[in-house]
């Protein structure tokens, strides 16, 4: 600052229109980084297929779908909501994730670029995921048999995830399986687990968040809880989800139709 005001203004002068200019110019760097060189460019999407085969495969799967013993996230629809900018993605494959086994990388930028435009083209699986259910029905369905857990349109509970824009996201068959036999793929962040106090309670629902010290969880009565690891008996990772299983018996197929169809509508 002193410095700053001991030069003279003819100086000044200089010195501000050397940070302007060079404002201009990191200006347009970002913004020329910004956009995706190749867009959809099948040739592009391929490279970054085969870089993702060798760099990013073993923690996100061959397919991109995720590995759930590591956590790592399913990335084949990251544009599904429609919110996402390529060049967040790109951040974060260059930056990695602080605090996470997410590493940063250094690749070229056209080869971070050719990994975003290989996710990209992973696309999204299509919406429609019912076409014979009654979707007035299964507002009634969903009303009186998921909307404890799940909330749609900011209605609803919340030990389980937030269904509005499901459909976009899952493909029917996932969907179908998810209620047919919740506990086969367990999504994250809405793991089930069970803790013991030192004074004997029990405490069970899913895993929010957990570092060396600490475990946040919702419970059951749908509240926000969280426990040093210290203070615990006993921290046990259930293999059931808290979601009971909606079978045939319970929900019949034409029912788990108009589930669909009041879903995709949303
Ligand atoms: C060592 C394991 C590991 C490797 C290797 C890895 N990732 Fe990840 N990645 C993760 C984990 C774990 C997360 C989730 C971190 C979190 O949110 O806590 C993640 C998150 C991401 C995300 C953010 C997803 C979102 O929903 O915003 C993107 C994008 C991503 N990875 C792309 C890549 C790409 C591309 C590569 C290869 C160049 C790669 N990752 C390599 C483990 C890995
Ligand atoms: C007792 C609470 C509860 C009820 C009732 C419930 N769910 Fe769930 N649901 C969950 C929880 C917790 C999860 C996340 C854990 C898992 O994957 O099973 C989940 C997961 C899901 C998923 C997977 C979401 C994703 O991101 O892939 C779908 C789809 C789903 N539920 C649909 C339904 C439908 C439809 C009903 C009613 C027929 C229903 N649920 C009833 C608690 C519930």
Same mark, same amino acid.
């Given at each position: 600052?002193? =410095?700053?005001?001991?030069?003279?203004?003819?100086?000044?002068?200089?010195?501000?229109?050397?940070?302007? %200019? #060079?404002?201009?110019?990191?200006?347009?760097?970002?913004?020329?980084?910004?956009?995706? /060189? &190749?867009?959809?460019?099948?040739?592009?999407?391929?490279?970054?297929?085969?870089?993702?085969? %060798? =760099?990013?495969?073993?923690?996100?799967?061959?397919?991109?779908?995720?590995?759930?013993?590591?956590?790592? @996230?399913?990335?084949?629809?990251?544009?599904?909501?429609?919110?996402?900018?390529?060049?967040?993605? *790109?951040?974060?494959?260059?930056?990695?994730? @602080?605090?996470?086994?997410? /590493?940063?990388?250094?690749?070229?930028?056209?080869?971070?670029?050719?990994?975003?435009?290989?996710?990209k083209s992973l696309g999204n699986? %299509?919406?429609?995921?019912?076409?014979?259910?009654?979707? !007035?029905?299964?507002?009634?369905? *969903?009303?009186?048999?998921?909307?404890?857990?799940?909330?749609?349109?900011?209605?609803?509970?919340?030990?389980? @995830?937030?269904?509005?824009?499901?459909?976009?996201?899952?493909?029917?068959?996932?969907?179908?399986?998810?209620?047919?036999?919740?506990?086969?793929?367990?999504?994250?962040?809405?793991?089930?687990?069970?803790?013991?106090?030192?004074?004997? $309670?029990?405490? =069970?629902?899913?895993?929010?968040?957990?570092?060396?010290?600490?475990? $946040?969880?919702?419970?059951? %009565?749908?509240?926000?809880?969280?426990?040093?690891? !210290?203070?615990?008996?006993? *921290?046990?990772?259930?293999?059931?989800?808290?979601? /009971?299983? &909606?079978?045939?018996?319970?929900? #019949?197929?034409?029912?788990?139709?108009?589930?669909?169809?009041?879903?995709?509508? =949303?």
């Open positions: 600052m002193i =410095q700053v005001f001991s030069i003279r203004p003819f100086f000044r002068g200089v010195r501000l229109a050397l940070i302007t %200019s #060079s404002l201009i110019l990191s200006s347009t760097l970002v913004m020329a980084q910004a956009v995706n /060189p &190749f867009d959809s460019d099948s040739r592009a999407a391929r490279a970054g297929g085969a870089l993702f085969r %060798s =760099q990013c495969a073993t923690c996100h799967g061959a397919d991109a779908m995720g590995i759930q013993d590591i956590d790592a @996230p399913d990335l084949t629809s990251l544009w599904a909501l429609g919110d996402r900018a390529d060049d967040s993605v *790109f951040q974060t494959i260059r930056d990695g994730i @602080p605090g996470s086994i997410m /590493p940063p990388h250094l690749f070229l930028d056209t080869e971070i670029w050719m990994l975003v435009t290989y996710l699986p %299509s919406s429609i995921v019912s076409t014979t259910g009654d979707a !007035a029905r299964g507002a009634e369905l *969903f009303a009186s048999n998921c909307s404890g857990c799940h909330r749609v349109k900011g209605k609803g509970g919340s030990l389980g @995830p937030d269904l509005s824009v499901i459909t976009a996201l899952r493909s029917r068959e996932a969907l179908v399986s998810s209620i047919r036999d919740p506990s086969s793929v367990l999504v994250r962040r809405y793991r089930p687990v069970t803790l013991v106090t030192r004074d004997n $309670q029990r405490i =069970q629902g899913t895993l929010k968040s957990e570092d060396a010290f600490s475990i $946040q969880l919702m419970d059951t %009565s749908q509240r926000l809880r969280g426990f040093l690891k !210290a203070d615990l008996q006993e *921290f046990i990772h259930e293999e059931r989800s808290l979601m /009971p299983p &909606f079978e045939s018996s319970n929900l #019949s197929d034409s029912n788990l139709e108009d589930v669909l169809s009041f879903l995709q509508g =949303q």
